[in-house]
């Protein structure tokens, strides 16, 4: 039995790096210090009977197990054929890893995305648009007095966020507001009590009326506090939200109109409505005021920003708002990126080809455009005619529509585990736990990189994602020399671009034909 | 008075039980019972006549699905439903992108009518009714 410290979570973009995991027979048997995503994964989901040991091939409707050699040349020979095949996933792959993704890509002519498309594409596109005051997150455990979580939840995708950086954290300079909310928690608990005895005595009892819910005509309560401040803004009253000092609840698809409106505040004008976005202006007044007197403020945004309406225009008028806050004190804004390595995926693709995720090597050369390379757009329009997809699960986490044309075309997926996509895929190959069976490099949700620890061997013959992309890349190089003819060069991709459409347009034809 | 059908604005995304069962495997239990479910308003509950723990068919433009139904844990949001983000919520949310990449996940209308007499599919069989594998 052995115990490694200081292991790092490969869950969520926090990376939190103080787990102490406790080995024995080269599995991992409890460990301290996780989240409950953590201690799911790294002590039973790891190992769980979905667990791939051997590549699969589908035949006749059934995966069938075959061995690695036959697997990558069946993959290689999938790729090589398609005319525009797309290579998503890579969040949860080390960054050397994605490096090979960017390598393969170029050599077949490729879309190549990350799942930075269906979660902060917008905050990137914002980021590139207008810029970003930010700071890494030992910044803000040690100095921030105001956190204001916008349009996320951390309490149920980054369980730790509060805990090591933020408000429950005892910062150099800053004190952890732990116990403060101890004693919330104990007080809404005899408020309960109280309740209860008055229904049992009174036969009925009105309980007071939240004061920090918009929903109801109740004064603000007073941001005065002494110490970190936490306020959340967000559609719903989450677990985060509770335990906050102030909470905003908003319409959805609201968040526009309300930043807007307190950039106006911030700069002293005058509002002539009484409400923005559900929200009474009084309320807002009370945020601004705080975020102005702040000595070091910070916004973090999630998903509620970048998939509601207006997507990154949401994004681009928060950092605008933080910009404006500048002027008059110190203001970070951060998002909060979600797989532990989506970050990673970002600068990877940057510095290879310049562009962070929605890539095209068609052309022989990388070109961006979201909205043109972006899966969901490539799919929807039935663009591509293989994929690839690598550490996530498109097959539930994409919109029916987009994954019925995947399924149109054959599926390459590589995971550790039988996921949605896995399930529905043509080859699967296994691959190792990144962050449990192979070391490798990921970025913090702040570009902070860190190195993941190997805890616990692979299973024998299981490959890391870097080696067995590496394979696939040379199977795919063998192919090419040995059939020159065939080959997908970039000139020939440019020509072919086209052509799946205009494939799909012959058979309707065809099909119109035969019916008439 | 119950009324067949309520229409709501859908919000998908992330909570904690979600969170340890797909960490736990797409195929657990754990992440079937905390996914394919669906937090509504207590007054909307009663509006449809329905409790928690009944099934419910949500649908959208894009398509239905059935889950169960749960009340949210805290707060006031009448004419708001939420299901987490995985397969099921993924039936009925719909792919444009409005040239952003970004598919609609958030803020959508939807109707919500009970079907007490529906069974909740397991992912397994959605994958099958879905795309056929």
Redesign the interface.
């Known amino acids: 039995m052995t115990e490694i410290k200081s292991v790092v979570c490969p869950i969520c973009g926090c990376l939190c790096d103080d787990l102490e995991v406790t080995v024995e027979n080269n599995e991992i048997i409890k460990m301290k210090n996780g989240c409950a995503q953590c201690e799911a994964k790294m002590v039973h989901g790891y190992k769980s009977e979905e667990r791939i040991l051997k590549p699969m091939i589908r035949k006749d409707g059934k995966l069938v197990p075959v061995s690695m050699d036959e697997a990558v040349h069946k993959a290689a020979q999938i790729l090589t054929d398609a005319k525009y095949p797309l290579l998503f996933g890579w969040s949860s792959s080390t960054s050397e890893a994605q490096q090979v993704g960017v390598e393969l890509a170029e050599e077949l002519g490729s879309a190549l995305d990350n799942c930075c498309s269906v979660c902060h594409g917008p905050s990137v596109m914002a980021e590139q648009e207008i810029g970003i005051p930010s700071c890494t997150l030992g910044q803000i455990r040690h100095r921030a007095d105001l956190v204001i979580y916008w349009a996320c939840d951390p309490w149920a995708s980054h369980p730790r966020h509060l805990e090591r950086y933020t408000s429950f954290t005892e910062g150099r300079f800053e004190g952890s507001e732990w116990k403060n909310y101890m004693e919330k928690l104990k007080g809404a608990a005899s408020q309960k009590k109280v309740a209860l005895a008055s229904r049992r005595i009174l036969g009925s009892y009105n309980p007071p009326i939240h004061p920090q819910t918009c929903t109801v005509d109740a004064p603000p309560q007073a941001i005065n506090k002494n110490g970190r401040k936490l306020i959340v803004v967000d559609v719903r009253k989450t677990i985060t939200a509770e335990a906050a000092d102030y909470f905003l609840q908003v319409e959805p698809n609201k968040d526009y109109e309300i930043l807007e409106s307190m950039r106006c505040l911030v700069a002293d004008q005058e509002l002539d409505v009484d409400k923005v976005g559900g929200v009474p202006v009084e309320y807002l007044k009370e945020v601004t005021d705080a975020m102005v007197n702040c000595d070091f403020g910070v916004i973090f945004f999630g998903l509620g920003l970048t998939q509601s309406a207006g997507r990154f225009r949401n994004i681009e008028i928060a950092i605008a708002l933080t910009r404006d806050l500048n002027r008059r004190t110190k203001f970070v804004i951060s998002p909060m990126r979600g797989h532990f390595n989506v970050t990673g995926a970002n600068v990877v693709f940057a510095w290879q080809t310049g562009y962070p995720y929605a890539l095209d090597f068609s052309q022989g050369y990388p070109q961006y455009n979201p909205g043109e390379f972006t899966a969901i757009d490539l799919l929807r329009r039935g663009d591509n005619d293989a994929t690839l997809v690598i550490s996530s699960d498109p097959g539930a986490n994409f919109p029916r529509g987009a994954m019925q044309n995947m399924m149109k075309h054959p599926i390459i997926t590589i995971n550790p585990d039988m996921n949605a996509i896995s399930r529905l895929g043509d080859v699967v190959f296994p691959t190792q736990w990144c962050g449990i069976e192979c070391e490798g490099t990921a970025y913090r949700m702040d570009l902070v990189p860190i190195m993941l620890h190997k805890v616990v061997e692979p299973p024998k013959g299981i490959l890391n994602d870097e080696e067995l992309l590496r394979k696939i890349l040379e199977e795919i190089r063998a192919i090419k020399a040995k059939n020159p003819e065939t080959e997908n060069n970039a000139e020939l991709k440019a020509r072919n671009k086209l052509a799946p459409r205009i494939e799909i347009k012959q058979r309707k034809k065809t099909k119109k034909a035969e019916v008439a | 008075m119950v009324e067949q059908k309520l229409r709501a ?1 859908l ?1 998908t ?4 039980d ?4 797909k ?6 239990i ?1 992440y079937f019972e905390s996914s394919a479910v669906c937090f509504m308003d207590k007054t909307d509950m009663i509006q449809l006549g329905i409790k928690s723990g009944s099934n419910v068919q949500v649908s959208s433009k ?2 239905s699905v059935i889950v169960k139904a749960v009340k ?6 009448p004419g ?1 439903v ?1 299901i987490p ?3 099921w919520a ?18 959508f209308p939807v109707e919500v009518e009970a079907a007490p007499k529906e069974a909740v599919l397991t ?2 069989e959605l ?1 099958m009714k ?4």
């Open positions: 604005t919000i995304g992330r909570t904690i979600q969170g340890v069962g960490e736990m495997g797409k195929g657990s754990e894009y398509g949210f844990p805290s707060g006031i949001t708001m939420f983000c995985g397969l993924n039936a009925i949310c719909g792919d444009e992108t409005f040239g952003m990449g970004m598919p609609l996940f958030k803020g992912l397994d994958l879905e795309y056929g594998r």
